[in-house]
């Protein structure tokens, strides 16, 4: 649930009210980060609140900690008097506040803080006062908390974080909201958190957490924390009898799914749960997914085996933290799954349900993962009611992939926001016989007109190629044509080799030097605003030569002359944004991005075709768009999400052609025959954002100029226009 739903008191009191329970859990639930700093720091208090904590490292979630180690007045007066170095008394205060388990409830809460710490998930750093020698406590008390959409709740008050604070003094802490009236001190606090993290308060001396003490929480750290984390809350309190937790797929009670979810689901059921979703990017195409997946649990009297298939690593894992809020544990696979013996389990679990001990369990992978030997050896063994369930099932188009939709799986469901292959017939009409007919097909514009998407504005922004440029781009095309075939029906198909070729030259477009210089003009309007994007690169998914978290140089060139054209020239407050960067980090640029107040603009690659949401974007600047609908399309799906604050979105795109308008009128029939292929594709791009746009009128006198100076509607030479 986003923050903004919930109901938030702006006052806690532990007289009246159970802090944990009302206010840790419930926000730290839906939260992504968790920045706290306190007074005193103890293990305790981190046992007593890793009940929120541990629902948080299932978002993907981590924490930020700042404390002063308790020093007793002996050791101030040792550090005072230089009897002792003080980071010696530090560390000696530190370990003697890391207490060991008293029961099974503390060892399992602290075998969870010491995963986090080696993982990363919780950094803690010291803090202490001190001015002329002398060393005083750090007792700056405040938290923020940030949901996946960026919004912000900053407390502050008396609680610390200790066992005694939270149940027996009397303590009391403020709470503001960033979407409301308070969010100017919801801002301080961040700038306050920041200043203080990275050393920089007067005054406030930083020191990172010693090694010593990080080995020490080493010592209690007894097993990996895997997917059955929340196992950690089947005893809320020590004295609670325990949670009976959904044993298979049903829809949670806190969601409802919209009419036309429903609709979509009841399709597919009166297809005998055969069928495709085809959904736009924002519309819930996830949870549609699995409230099919739990319609077909109940009608088969709950016995079902579940495998659900994502192209990438960080798509399953968003699909995970879905999964798990509809009632199911899944079995994770793929090359750096935390569930290291996640072959084991898959092959237990399938021997478990073909003898019928066990009636489901769900398996998710990535496109690599699944098809690989070993699982396709195993979905094969697979015997009675079993549900595929495959997300941007248009990959499964490809000659590889099609092989692995296996004929015995009775039940199926693709999803999938552009189920036709661009260029691909064969591939598509695979597609179409496997998972047989639309159940839904629901469009940005009904989205749009529905409001479940933002309404936008559309501007075409013309570039060309300099002189170099095109005369590689024409050399690059004459390669294409010597390495195409024809088929039997006189129709061209690309080689390997093409679309290698083909690929290089996408990039040379994606590069052209005129957009830099255009990107310069437009963003003069636009240097004070927030919520911005920038998105470089050419390379897409789709890409031969792709590897996922991989960044291709000519991209980081692009990336790095945006940097520096926006920081330095207009001093705008910006950070890159690229599979470079951890989850984590990624994860923090967006709560920090969220707020429109330390950083401006993101400078991006790929993240509009990963997956990953940032729905407060307002505007975006696309340097290097596709000629795949497919990808185009999802594009202008996330930027179009829903934000609070966000009535509409405007979408600048750099359209790219070989030569100028004016000077395309000069050219002869067969120079401009070599050249127009690029602009038939960039115009098919510009009609489509155009045509459910708020200002079609503006990209519609472009595309007439172009289709005029380019002889677009002149007969001849066709087949040229493929590549």
């Known amino acids: 649930m986003k923050f903004i739903d919930k109901i938030i008191k702006s006052e806690y009191r532990s007289t009246r009210d159970n802090v944990v329970k009302e206010f840790y859990i419930p926000l730290l639930g839906d939260a992504v980060l968790y920045k706290r700093a306190v007074g005193f720091f103890s293990s305790t208090a981190l046992i007593e609140i890793s009940k929120g904590i541990s629902r948080l490292v299932n978002n993907g979630g981590k924490i930020l900690l700042i404390a002063s180690p308790k020093l007793s007045e002996d050791d101030l007066i040792a550090i005072g008097k230089g009897y002792e170095m003080k980071n010696e008394v530090i560390e000696r205060a530190l370990m003697n506040s890391i207490l060991p388990p008293i029961d099974i409830f503390e060892e399992k809460r602290l075998n969870l803080l010491a995963n986090l710490i080696a993982e990363g998930r919780l950094e803690i750093k010291i803090a202490f006062m001190e001015n002329n020698n002398h060393i005083g406590m750090f007792h700056e008390k405040m938290g923020l908390i940030y949901d996946e959409e960026g919004n912000v709740i900053a407390f502050t008050g008396s609680m610390n974080e200790t066992m005694t604070a939270f149940s027996h003094n009397y303590e009391s802490i403020d709470v503001f909201c960033s979407w409301t009236q308070d969010k100017e001190r919801v801002y301080a606090k961040e700038r306050n958190f920041y200043s203080i993290w990275n050393d920089k308060e007067p005054n406030v001396q930083i020191i990172d957490f010693p090694q010593i003490a990080k080995e020490k929480f080493e010592s209690y750290r007894v097993s990996k924390v895997n997917e059955n984390i929340d196992e950690l809350e089947y005893f809320s309190e020590r004295s609670e009898s325990p949670i009976v937790y959904s044993t298979g797929p049903k829809i949670p009670n806190n969601v409802e799914l919209h009419d036309y979810q429903n609709e979509a689901i009841n399709n597919w059921k009166a297809n005998n749960y055969i069928g495709i979703f085809d959904m736009a990017t924002g519309t819930g195409k996830t949870y549609t997914g699995l409230g099919a997946i739990a319609n077909l649990y109940d009608n088969l009297q709950k016995n079902l085996a579940v495998v659900i298939v994502c192209p990438y690593q960080h798509l399953v894992e968003q699909w995970v933290e879905d999964i798990k809020k509809f009632g199911m544990k899944p079995i994770v696979g793929y090359s750096a799954s935390t569930q290291r013996d996640w072959k084991n389990r898959l092959k237990n679990a399938v021997t478990s349900f073909n003898l019928g001990v066990k009636k489901h369990f769900c398996f998710i992978a990535t496109n690599a993962t699944f098809s690989s030997a070993f699982v396709q050896e195993q979905i094969d063994k697979l015997k009675g009611n079993i549900v595929l369930v495959v ?28 189920l036709e292959r661009h260029g691909d017939e064969e ?200 000629t795949n609908p497919k990808e185009y399309v999802q594009r202008r799906g996330r930027v179009l999400r829903k934000y609070p604050g966000k009535n509409f979105a405007k979408i600048y795109d750099f359209i790219t052609l070989p030569v100028s308008i004016a000077e395309a009128e000069s050219m002869s029939e067969d120079e401009i025959r070599s050249l127009r292929s690029l602009a038939i594709k960039e115009i098919d791009r510009m009609k489509d954002f155009a045509s459910i746009a708020e200002n079609p009128s503006v990209a519609d006198q472009i595309i007439n100029d172009i289709t005029y100076s380019y002889r677009l509607n002149e007969v001849g030479g066709e087949e040229n226009d493929l590549i």
């Open 391 to 418: 997300d941007e099932a248009h990959n499964f188009g490809a000659a590889h992939l099609s092989k692995m939709l296996n004929p015995k799986i009775p039940y199926r469901l693709a999803l999938s926001a552009t």
């Open 427 to 626: 591939g598509t009409e695979k597609l179409f016989n496997y998972f047989g007919e639309k159940c839904i097909e629901y469009t940005l514009k009904q989205a749009i007109d529905s409001n479940k998407l933002t309404p936008y504005y559309y501007y075409p922004i013309l570039v060309c190629l300099n002189e170099d440029e095109l005369s590689e781009y024409k050399e690059l095309t004459t390669q294409v044509i010597k390495y195409c075939t024809t088929d039997k029906k006189g129709k061209l198909k690309l080689s390997d080799k093409a679309k290698m070729i083909l690929i290089k030259r996408a990039r040379l477009v994606a590069a052209a030097q005129e957009k830099i210089v255009m990107l310069a003009e437009k963003i003069e309007d636009y240097k004070d605003d927030s919520h911005m994007l920038v998105y470089c690169g050419a390379a897409t998914m789709q890409d031969l030569d792709y590897v996922e978290g991989s960044v291709q140089a000519d991209e980081k060139r692009q990336i790095d002359i945006v940097a520096n054209l926006l920081g330095n020239k207009f001093n705008m407050r910006v950070s890159k944004f690229t599979s470079e960067e951890s989850a984590e980090e990624r994860e923090e640029l967006k709560a920090v991005f969220s707020t429109g107040k330390q950083l401006q603009t993101l400078i991006a690659i790929r993240c509009l075709d990963e997956g990953v949401n940032i729905p407060s974007i307002k505007t975006a600047f696309i340097l290097a768009s596709s």
